[in-house]
């Protein structure tokens, strides 16, 4: 299991073993905090009571760190890590919610014979698990726990939910038994008895009680340059992602006040001129005072970095190639961490959505049978109409973002439609009220698409180099304060993410902001229609998938439904 994460932890190798419990943890580690062999992982108090392997970045762990030094407690390194294991001996489970970064650990309590897992509450960092026949097995990529013959099984319906997602949602995985841990949530393991429970330990109440602009304006600029702030904490090189979007462009700037000279911004640029931002990335270039770098990316590298993307995939998606290449040169460039403007969107109206899912309540009015005429229709773009056939919100979410409709994944699986329709909408139950609003909106965003797809991509391509990305839109404090703030004012029908963009309107230039929303996208629609590959008609078993494909090659056709496809072959 450690030499198939080796990728994500080049630095340093661990293993602890308990034969007297048959408990044993492993840990690759990417040194960024304390960068001596102290932070050697797994790690132990000095009376090695508590074990650890831990993922992640803990960014307020000096704070902590001064009051447990209060409460008497004794350090011996620098990490964050050690800190962990000391709010623990001192605060118990209550000190899970004291930690404020991106985290997945696992805390071994000897004295107890207890284990926990436990993730960050954005779930920025990913932490499966497997528990059966009395045994619990845990990894940061369902690939080590295959690899290590702990989980070998297929779960027959995962090509059901990419082909309508275009990932895998949470907790699901491809393979049987093997579930993502929420985020927000730990998983307690008892020894003796050899089972589990999973609580929750940070709860964030969505209570607004910020009521007026110019409050939510000072919250955010406040609570914005500290996340940043604190996220730049690190004894190895860092940098920033700079896409030339308001997002990235904003995160490089605060972050250039903290570091001046020392930060690193990393760009992609294309011949392409439709999706080439080095214009407006030279906008951010001529305000800050650290080591550009910005690479050219062109069709004959997707060419060549295709295979191990795929290879490089923890799960099926059919997002992640840009993040992948653009932590290939960020790594290239001697960079161990990056900033990412990842989350803005989300939080602050920025993606069509926002304003597409008044839409679907206008919609409810109509029979609902209407809807499957969709199924019919010779436009690709309207088949997924068919979703408002079913009063679901799931059904909701894959109108908005969906790839094929239930009728076209059963054509292409060669299924019943009714087995389609029981994986997607059968015992999914959402914590969730539809009032077909902008916090709605913000919610799918949030808690599917951002949560299975953006971060996840964002985290396994990172990682992939040997990288660390850190989100400070979704620092935990960050998101309290967003969250608080009155929707009517968060959000904008005039203009995405408009709260935002006048919050540091003496920080971003005009020319950033007061453009059409590009987000962070690759030149894919016609680099994979050239790839031989992907268009090889005769690689796709079904004439469904063949006819896809075909139309795919006369651009009628999103990239992202044939790169889906093609991923199914793979995996076939």
């Avoid at 762990?61 to 004794?74: C, H, P, T, V």
């Avoid at 960092?125 to 097995?137: E, I, R, T």
């Avoid at 999706?275 to 060549?304: A, R």
Wanted: glycine share 6%; with cysteine.
């Amino acid at each position: 299991m450690c030499r198939v994460l080796q990728h994500g932890g080049p630095d340093d190798e661990g293993i602890f073993d308990d034969t007297e419990t048959g408990l044993t943890f492993g840990h690759r580690r990417l040194s960024i905090i304390d960068l001596s062999h102290n932070g050697h992982q797994p790690m132990a108090d000095a009376q090695q009571r508590v074990w650890i392997t831990f993922n992640g970045e803990i960014y307020n762990y000096r704070e902590l760190k001064e009051q447990l030094i209060n409460l008497g407690a004794k350090f011996t390194s620098s990490t964050d890590t050690e800190v962990i294991i000391s709010a623990y001996i001192h605060w118990g489970m209550a000190a899970f919610a004291k930690l404020r970064g991106i985290f997945a650990f696992a805390l071994y309590d000897k004295e107890k014979g207890l284990t926990y897992l436990v993730r960050d509450s954005s779930g920025i960092k990913p932490l499966y698990y497997c528990a059966k026949d009395g045994q619990l097995s845990f990894a940061s990529e369902v690939k080590a726990l295959k690899a290590a013959g702990l989980a070998n099984e297929a779960d027959p319906d995962w090509q059901i939910r990419f082909l309508a997602y275009g990932h895998i949602p949470e907790p699901y995985t491809t393979l049987k038994g093997v579930f993502s841990l929420p985020k927000g949530e730990f998983l307690c393991w008892d020894q003796k008895k050899g089972s589990y429970d999973i609580h929750s330990y940070h709860v964030i109440f969505n209570k607004a009680n910020i009521d007026d602009a110019a409050s939510a304006k000072e919250a955010i600029k406040e609570t914005l340059a500290f996340a940043v702030r604190r996220q730049l904490i690190a004894d190895a090189p860092i940098g920033v992602f700079l896409s030339g979007g308001i997002d990235s462009s904003l995160i490089t700037l605060l972050a250039e006040r903290e570091k001046k000279t020392q930060l690193k911004t990393i760009s992609i640029y294309f011949n392409e001129k439709a999706y080439d931002e080095s214009m407006y990335q030279d906008l951010v270039f001529k305000q800050i005072e650290g080591e550009k770098f910005s690479h050219l990316v062109k069709q004959s590298d997707f060419e060549d970095f295709l295979p191990r993307i795929i290879e490089d995939m923890d799960l099926p998606t059919t997002d992640g190639i840009n993040t992948w290449c653009i932590s290939k040169f960020a790594h290239d460039d001697g960079l161990k961490a990056v900033l990412s403007g990842l989350g803005a969107d989300e939080l602050f109206g920025g993606y069509p959505s926002f304003s597409r899912i008044k839409y679907i309540k206008a919609a409810r009015k109509y029979p609902a049978a209407l809807f499957k005429l969709a199924n019919h229709s010779a436009f690709d773009a309207y088949r997924k109409i068919a979703f408002l056939t079913y009063n679901h919100p799931i059904a909701d979410y894959l109108f908005l973002r969906g790839l094929y409709s239930p009728a076209d994944i059963a054509e292409i699986l060669d299924t019943d439609i009714t087995q389609v329709e029981d994986v997607l909408f059968a015992n999914r139950k959402l914590p969730y009220v539809r009032n077909y609003d902008e916090k709605d909106a913000a919610w799918f965003e949030i808690n599917l698409y951002m949560q299975n797809q953006l971060l996840r991509d964002t985290d396994v391509m990172g990682m992939s180099h040997g990288l660390e990305v850190r989100v400070p839109f979704l620092d935990e404090d960050f998101v309290l304060m967003a969250e608080s703030i009155n929707p009517t004012i968060r959000f904008d029908k005039s203009r995405p993410k408009k709260l935002l963009i006048y919050s540091f309107a003496d920080v971003l230039p005009e020319a950033i902001w007061n453009r059409t929303k590009m987000g962070f996208t690759f030149p894919l629609q016609d680099w994979m229609k050239d790839n031989k590959e992907i268009t090889n008609e005769s690689l796709y078993k079904k004439n469904k998938s063949k006819g896809i494909i075909k139309s795919f090659k006369n651009d009628s056709v999103h990239w992202s439904k044939a790169f889906a496809l093609y991923q199914i072959q793979m995996h076939a």
